[in-house]
């Protein structure tokens, strides 16, 4: 209530004159008011109180005179509506009337708070002109200048806000609104520093769990007739009932990991969105991103490619619509599809299902143990072994209220979690919210009730999610720092509004209002349904629900050519405070410039290469994103924007400059530039005096003392990550102790980089340099890149007990290493081109004067790369030898052509080995690699001749790559291998696997590439590789032939390329056979092939869906009888130069993709010209959408650049260790 005080002040001390007013009538009337309304009103008018209160806008309020008739009047209104606003928060539900009402209400009072912004902006304004003036009397003839206008436009503003206030006084006598006795609760804060946790929430789907999986993989129900069919299954029950969260329980099942092919998730909330669909399919099935793909066809054909040839399944989650066409989507994507593919549907609606010709599975209530179990778990965090048997007993019949609905319960126990207080139990109870209805507003009473007794601050930081779709995966510091701008958190002299932020977030998250999600958080839609109710329409996240009313919007389409198509729009709401892009694109900016009570810019990415100079007249903006865009300078009109918080810059790659007046952004917490690249060349001057600056991603070192690195020092509240650039400008030790980085106790992640060595010092002063950069000691990761010193100060290995990374790249004139050895938390190592080491050895591992403690005791990961000159890795030389490396995890060396001997790592704890272009080191034999798991070795260890299978017992994957001496690999032992993943490539004189046959029978990935001298491959294949689904041959030209038995049953790729002995007996390999082959590749060798005509007698399975022929020099035809039982074949391509006769009967119905390239002169002619024989042969294909002749387009056939053969569902990407280190 002192807020409402404050404001009545403030207000009418603008006007005339001034006068006292007692605190005292609204303390004694403080218990009157509604719970909510008062809420509301503080949290409106409280987001300004620090500024009112200031002693700038004190003084520049008394420079004005106040009317006594006024005052009366505005102090009558609003205790008059103040009063009776909890008899109208009880009659809004279902009087419409009292609904208005408290709009305008709302209404009224944002447009108060934008007058009091106003006014604080304008005394900030004041206050900094007054210091940037040099005498006294250009001072007071400038303020009194800028002040009169303003006071004069200021007036009328204020009497309308009072004329409408008093107007709505008038009106609750209409309405009945009565003044309520005294005694309305205070509900308590207690729950805000309740830490979150995240835990599984799942009661009572165990058998939900196992019948859906049965539905989607049917084998094991005996003579299922799904088992083999493409269908859509709907997972169908009412909203809060669990449907999604039974849906991810049965993706992420081991069973459906091992069954499928592909899968893919999306989430639809509202309108199912094709595009949106297809374009998620094609960046989670290939690599490539879809976001430069805008045609809908060539949409179509790119998913199409990608699902052909895999058993996919795909969740559509919250599907609404009816529409035939969805169901005909829908259909076609199983068409892609092989066999067995899946599309799971969740839906409330069971029309959908009957829509989509879905197999449906109705999801029904918790059973009441369930319910209980569940309720328990979130109201009694502690257990309920002590809890008051009358809590329980009121528990349980709160828990049969919420009608077996997961959504309500957790949501109503953690309300009540840790409250002991009987009565407040009782309240909840028999709150009159559980008897209204769902269908009457399409909000959960649950929900209702978890909203009602939210603390007042959180209150309007929920209904600002409002704006959010359904479904939208978002960010806890982007949320806070929009909190944050809007003005719902307020500093204390404990807490940063950050922090408080932070508080409330996690809050809400208690409450299960938010939930999280593996790329971040995200609101049920239920729940986004009672954030929409409670804003109204003042939140909308669509620019066409905009209304006069609306204060936030938000913006999602994908794509928008130009801004000017929802201007009208936005034109709507003058007074709009947020505009949010999400996942917004457009190629021409030009925001409307009426739209100047903006708080919230953020335009995502966008075309526009510059902002407009007008942007400085938005002087309430105190969020501004541009991110990701091709903006290349900001206008230095921005720096008028006094109120601005947060500016977000990061990854404009051509921004060339920041605005020269930057450090008159006073209230500047977060700046981020982080990916600018190269292109900003030095920061603004005086950075220093942005004494509010929290986040400064980059920091740029001038020669100049302006934006020396001095200015850092200045900037004691810097937190989070700094990069600090340009470090050979710092030109003594002393200079550096100025950015007095020891001293910046938040900041948890640090990188100094100096600028590539060219013609700078590099010399001792160099290393005093980094001397005087010592960071606070509570550090959790440090860089050093391009440092020109020739040593390492010793605070690297003995002042930062809390770093847990550390790296150190192109160093090139250090000789040793620093000792790191007892850092005792460091867990991540990188050290990339230090030319100068030589030896590592016991200097490395440290001195401790505490004999217990282990070198690198905590390390996990280990990475020593490009060390062009390192000879030796010695021990540490201690007792504690053995225990070296204790905990390691990764081990990776690349390119350390001159190191030798054996590693001195101990193997015990050791998963994943990667040594890379490393000939001179050996790999130690003699010890048992019990723990590995991943092996990959490449142009290294040139003793290693045959390789031990043994001495890995629990390996899952090994590539080896150009060994110049392996021959063999061997196995003794009896025992079976549990390796998934085996590669040999470019081994020229690797002759045998194990005698005998190797025994893997989780073997799933072979690969054998170039290995010239090999004969044959492992003996026993079908028994002792019983899960291999991928076989790649390459460049084995000794091969001859398949195993005796052939092939494992269950392989659904073969690739084989210039094989040519393997090739010339194709006729034995017994491919027909083979239940699940669905993909096959033969390149032959053009110079010595004598093929004809294909397949000529080599008998392919029916089940082929995607067949390649290639490089066949010889082949002219295409075999009739070959391709005539190919029912399912979906994609043929064929790269044969003499190709000239198509099949003489038709190709089969099946087939939609036909790439002919580089075939014989005649039949391209005929084809391009659409006439002759051959061409008739393709012609009355009436299934293929789409022929490509030498990747040119036939007139008359659609055509998409991309090329369809894409990389195999069940190829692993065996180059991802090399490509690691492409960046370094």
């Not at 809908?296 to 609404?320: A, H, M, R, S, Y």
């Not at 066999?339 to 109705?362: K, Q």
């Not at 982080?674 to 060349?681: N, V």
């Not at 084809?1167 to 008359?1196: C, F, H, M």
Request: aromatic fraction near 8%; include cysteine.
């Amino acid at each position: 209530m002192q807020h409402i005080a404050c404001y009545l002040i403030v207000l009418c001390s603008v006007l005339k004159k001034p006068t006292f007013i007692s605190l005292a009538f609204f303390h004694s009337n403080q218990e009157n008011m509604a719970e909510v309304g008062v809420a509301f009103l503080s949290a409106i008018l409280g987001a300004v109180f620090q500024k009112m209160v200031s002693p700038e806008v004190v003084d520049f309020m008394q420079r004005r005179k106040l009317t006594e008739g006024l005052l009366r009047k505005l102090k009558t209104s609003v205790l008059s509506v103040n009063a009776v606003l909890e008899d109208a928060e009880e009659k809004e539900v279902t009087n419409p009337n009292v609904k208005t009402w408290i709009d305008e209400l709302k209404d009224v009072a944002y447009d108060a708070e934008d007058i009091l912004d106003e006014i604080a902006t304008k005394a900030l304004r004041c206050k900094l002109d007054a210091e940037f003036q040099t005498t006294a009397g250009k001072v007071r003839n400038s303020i009194s200048a800028f002040l009169n206008p303003f006071i004069h436009r200021l007036e009328p503003k204020i009497q309308e806000v009072l004329d409408r206030l008093e107007h709505l006084a008038k009106q609750k006598d209409f309405m009945g609104l009565q003044v309520l006795g005294v005694g309305g609760k205070q509900y308590p804060d207690q729950r805000l520093t309740t830490s979150y946790v995240l835990e599984s929430d799942t009661f009572g789907r165990d058998e939900d769990k196992k019948k859906v999986i049965d539905l989607l993989h049917p084998s094991d129900v005996g003579g299922n007739e799904m088992r083999n069919e493409k269908c859509v299954i709907a997972i169908v029950g009412m909203g809060g009932l669990g449907k999604t969260t039974l849906a991810k329980l049965v993706y992420k099942e081991r069973r459906v990991e091992q069954h499928f092919d592909l899968k893919i998730w999306f989430c639809v909330s509202q309108e199912l969105d094709v595009p949106k669909i297809e374009k998620s399919i094609i960046d989670q099935s290939a690599t490539s991103s879809a976001r430069s793909i805008e045609d809908p066809e060539q949409l179509q054909v790119t998913v199409q490619k990608n699902l052909n040839g895999k058993k996919f399944l795909i969740v559509l989650d919250d599907v609404w619509s009816e529409n035939p066409i969805h169901k005909e989507f829908l259909v076609q994507l199983l068409e892609y599809g092989t066999r067995g593919s899946r599309i799971l549907v969740t839906t409330r609606n069971e029309s959908v299902a009957l829509a989509t010709h879905a197999e449906p599975y109705h999801l029904k209530q918790l059973s009441e143990n369930d319910c209980q179990s569940l309720f328990e778990k979130h109201a009694f965090r502690n257990g309920s072994s002590n809890v008051d048997p009358k809590i329980k007993e009121i528990g349980e019949q709160i828990v049969k209220k919420c009608k077996g609905l997961p959504l309500a319960i957790k949501s109503i126990g953690d309300l009540l979690q840790s409250e002991s207080d009987v009565e407040r139990w009782t309240n909840i109870l028999k709150s009159n919210l559980w008897d209204i209805s769902m269908e009457e507003t399409n909000i959960l009473p649950a929900l209702r009730l978890s909203y009602k007794y939210l603390p007042s601050n959180l209150k309007r930081c929920f209904a600002y999610c409002s704006i959010l779709r359904k479904g939208y995966i978002f960010e806890k510091d982007k949320l806070v720092l929009l909190w944050m701008a809007e003005g719902f958190l307020q500093q204390t002299e404990t807490e940063t509004m950050e922090k408080v932020g932070n508080r409330y977030f996690h809050a809400l998250v208690s409450r299960s209002l938010f939930q999280q999600s593996s790329e971040g958080f995200v609101m049920h839609d239920l729940v986004n349904d009672l954030a929409k109710f409670v804003a109204g329409q003042f939140g909308a996240d669509s620019v066409n629900k905009i209304v006069k009313m609306t204060r936030h919007v938000s913006y999602s389409d994908l794509h928008l050519w130009f801004f000017d198509d929802i201007e009208d729009d936005l034109l709507k709401a003058k007074q709009l405070r947020t505009f949010l892009a999400l996942d917004f694109e457009t190629q021409y900016v030009k925001f409307p410039r009426t739209l100047l009570h903006l708080r919230v810019l953020s335009l995502g990415r966008f075309g526009t290469t510059k902002l407009l100079d007008s942007i400085g007249k938005m002087k309430h903006l105190r969020y501004l994103d541009v991110s990701n865009s091709d903006v290349y300078r900001l206008p230095n009109s921005i720096c008028d924007l006094c109120n601005l918080q947060t500016l977000k810059l990061s990854w404009c790659r051509v921004l060339h400059r920041l605005p020269r007046d930057m450090w008159k952004l006073i209230n500047l917490r977060h700046l981020e530039i982080d990916g600018t690249k190269r292109l900003i060349k030095e920061m603004p001057i005086h950075m220093g005096r942005l004494k509010c600056l929290q986040t400064l991603s980059k920091f740029i070192v001038s020669k100049h003392n302006r934006s020396g690195i001095g200015e850092l020092g200045k900037l004691i509240n810097l937190r989070g990550k700094l990069l600090i650039q340009k470090l050979q400008n710092v030109r003594s030790a002393e200079n550096a102790l100025a950015a007095s980085l020891k001293d910046k106790a938040y900041l948890e992640q640090l990188e100094l980089q100096w600028s590539r060595p060219k013609e700078f010092d590099i010399s001792e002063s160099q290393r005093g340099v980094l001397e005087n950069l010592q960071p606070y000691e509570n550090l959790k990761r440090l860089t050093i890149s391009y440092y020109h010193g020739n040593g390492f100060p010793n605070w690297i290995g003995q002042g930062l007990p809390s770093l847990s990374e550390l790296e150190l790249i192109d160093c090139k004139y250090c000789s040793a290493l620093p000792p790191l050895g007892h850092l005792p938390s460091l867990k991540r190592l990188k050290i990339v081109r230090l030319d100068e080491v030589v030896t590592v050895g016991p200097e490395f591992y440290g001195n401790s004067s505490n004999s217990s403690m282990k070198p690198f005791g905590t390390l996990k990961v280990l990475k020593l790369v490009d060390m062009l000159n390192w000879e030796n890795w010695r021990h540490s030389g201690g007792e504690n030898e053995v225990e070296t490396f204790s905990q390691l995890e990764e081990l990776y060396i690349r390119n350390c052509p001159k190191l030798r001997a054996k590693l001195p790592v101990h193997p015990s704890s050791l998963a994943k080995l990667v040594i890379i272009e490393c000939k001179k080191l050996e790999l130690p034999m003699q010890w048992q690699y019990s723990s590995l798991e991943e092996l990959y070795l490449s142009d290294c260890c040139d003793s290693l001749t045959s390789f031990p299978l043994d001495l890995f017992p629990n390996l899952k994957s090994i590539q080896i790559k150009k060994s110049n001496n392996l021959h063999s690999l061997e196995q003794h032992g009896g025992d079976h291998l549990v390796i998934s993943k085996l590669g040999i490539h470019e081994c020229p004189k690797f002759v045998s696997f194990p005698e005998g046959g190797l025994r893997a029978p989780n073997l799933a990935n072979f690969i054998v590439n170039y290995c010239e001298s090999l004969r044959s491959m492992p003996e026993k294949m079908h028994l002792f590789l019983p899960s291999l689904c991928y076989l790649e041959l390459i460049n084995c030209p000794e091969v001859e032939s398949f195993p005796e038995g052939g092939l494992p049953s269950n392989l659904k790729q073969i690739v084989i390329r210039r094989c040519k002995k393997l090739i010339a007996n194709g006729k034995r390999w017994d491919l027909q056979i083979l239940p699940s082959l669905d993909w096959l590749e033969i390149t032959s060798d053009i110079s010595e092939d004598h093929v004809e005509s294909f397949p000529e007698g080599l008998l392919l399975p029916t089940t082929l869906t995607n067949l390649k022929i290639s490089s066949f020099g010889n082949l002219k035809s295409l075999d009739n009888e070959g391709f005539q039982h190919l029912t399912s074949l979906v994609i043929l391509v064929i790269n044969c130069p003499k190709l000239r006769n198509m099949p003489e009967e038709e190709f089969p119905t099946s087939l939609r993709f036909l790439h002919i390239w580089n075939c014989d002169p005649v039949l391209k002619k005929e084809l391009n010209g659409k006439e002759g024989e051959e061409w008739l042969k393709v012609a009355r294909i009436p299934s293929i959408p789409n022929i490509w002749l030498d990747l040119t387009q036939i007139q008359g056939y659609e055509f998409s650049p991309v090329f369809y053969m894409r990389r195999s569902p069940y190829e692993p990407p065996y180059d991802q260790f090399e490509d690691e280190y492409a960046d370094d």
